[in-house]
């Protein structure tokens, strides 16, 4: 058989016989001519076999083709402006690599559940294919940004001892009779890095046992977490607005056929650039009550509350400095009302609500104390959190972007549990 191209490279092999080798996603025979598609994972190519053209156990091996079958089809390319990718292949060989009796997942509509359960060949489906590709592209933007920027990549642990966010949330583990939990955040490790490195960032998976059945909560998710000395929470948001716009930027500039096949309508993505929209917590809370809420002063916004603000926004919006009672223990205290921390939220249009998380720190030893404690969490685990404080502390600020919630809004997609390819929930560990 001629040399294996693959179906993203067909335009430099114009007239040539070549061959491609992938799955079957369908089949169709008018006479005596058939069509099957083949996806390669770089794309789909369709291939006409001519009857009269080809060996007869080449006419008979397409009848039995079936979905998913592995195959390796010869052909010659040809140009054809009205195929899917431009291009298509004209048959004169057909192997058969691996069968497929009995595909689960048939063209027909499946229930969510099902398909979840079908993850591993649910990932072959041109919506989850696309969704995931675009997820791709934006983890790599993620890194692309802030290594232009100069900033260092560290690894933050994922077992630890010390609580990051919240004690109610929390998937605990042994640890050689020792209490450890899964990472909710790498913010703690990050802080140490910033006075090592100045600007850093984590990347990696977050854990949270989250007991909520959203569209927008996952058990297991990632989380992109800068870290920058020096910077204060005005700073933050001023880099949060340019690093979103430049996701978004990239994901518009490079997965153009991706997010046309998620139908994604990209006009509402192509006005997202700084500056974002900014409201205080305080005339957030009044805005909402306006608009018929009952949310009191004091409780952090609901996911309802968020698409109401955002509402008819042409860009994110960020929400800032939120009352103590609804945060976490290391926020710092906003001297200007000191009910309040010095922290945002931004909250992504379209319905999508929160997708990032920031604050500036407490960088005051004795106010961090009182914080840890005031949430009821055991100071020992933190003292070498203090040591920060304690050997030459330093403003700094950071956050953390939701990899999923993003990749979400910016597909369009409903559900965050599509845009990871192994989705983690509270009823689902496999597959
Ligand atoms: O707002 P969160 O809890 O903030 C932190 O963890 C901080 N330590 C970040 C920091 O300042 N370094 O989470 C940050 C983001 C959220 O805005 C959301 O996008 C995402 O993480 N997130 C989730 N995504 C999916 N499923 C969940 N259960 C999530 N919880 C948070
Ligand atoms: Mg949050």
């Known amino acids: 058989m001629s040399d294996t191209v693959e179906v993203s490279d067909l335009a430099s092999h114009v007239g040539a016989e070549i061959v491609i080798r992938g799955w079957v996603e369908s089949t169709r025979a008018h006479g005596k ?3 099957l598609d083949v996806r390669d994972g770089t794309g789909v190519v369709q291939g006409v076999v001519i009857k009269k053209e080809v060996a007869d156990e080449v006419w008979e091996r397409h009848a039995t083709l079936t979905l998913e079958t592995s ?26 690599l691996g069968g497929s009796d009995d595909y689960p997942i048939q063209p027909k509509d499946h229930g969510v559940d099902f398909l979840l359960d079908q993850r591993h060949l649910w990932l072959r489906s041109r919506v989850q294919w696309a969704g995931l590709k675009v997820r791709a592209e934006v983890e790599q933007a993620i890194h692309d940004f802030f290594y232009q920027r100069g900033f260092v990549r560290i690894d933050a642990p994922i077992l630890t001892g010390a609580i990051g966010e919240h004690a109610g949330s929390l998937f605990e ?48 998710f990632w989380m992109v977490e800068p870290e ?13 607005e340019e690093f979103v716009s430049y996701l978004v930027e990239r994901a518009l500039e490079r997965c153009q056929e991706e997010l046309k096949m998620l139908e994604r309508d990209t ?34 916004l609901g996911a309802p509350d968020e698409v109401a603000l955002t ?16 945060k976490a223990f290391y ?32 960088d005051d030893l004795e106010r961090l104390r009182a914080g840890i404690s005031s949430q009821g969490l055991p100071e020992e685990v933190y003292s070498w959190y203090l040591d920060l404080r304690r050997y ?27 845009l990871i390819p192994f989705p983690r929930l509270m009823n689902r560990l496999r597959p």
């Open 392 to 418: 030459g502390t330093f403003p700094h600020s950071g956050f953390g972007l939701g990899v999923e919630r993003t990749v979400a809004w910016i597909t369009g997609r409903p559900h965050v549990r599509e």
């Open 33 to 35: 001519v058939a069509f």
């Open 311 to 326: 509402e008819g926004l042409d860009r994110p919006l960020f929400v800032f400095n939120y009352p103590r009672e609804a």
């Open 331 to 362: 926020m710092k205290e906003n001297p200007a009302d000191p009910r309040t921390f010095l922290c945002n939220d931004c909250l992504a249009p379209e319905g999508y609500g929160e997708i990032i998380g920031g604050s500036q720190r407490e």
């Open 71 to 96: 195959v390796a089809v010869e052909g010659i390319v040809r140009g054809e402006p009205r195929a899917p990718g431009g291009h298509e292949l004209t048959v004169t060989g057909l192997k058969i």
């Open 267 to 300: 006009s509402k993505l192509e006005t997202v650039r700084p500056p974002f929209p900014r409201l205080n917590y305080t005339d957030a809370v009044a805005r909402l009550r306006e608009l018929g809420s009952d949310l009191e002063w004091g409780s952090d």
């Open 173 to 220: 583990t042994d640890y050689f009779g020792e209490k450890a939990y899964l990472a909710q955040t790498g913010q703690l490790y990050a802080e140490a890095a910033a006075a090592a490195f100045r600007s850093i960032y984590t990347f990696g998976p977050t854990f949270r046992a989250e007991k909520s059945k959203t569209r927008r909560h996952l058990t297991e």
């Open 228 to 240: 920058v000395a020096f910077m204060d929470s005005e700073g933050s948001m001023r880099l949060q």
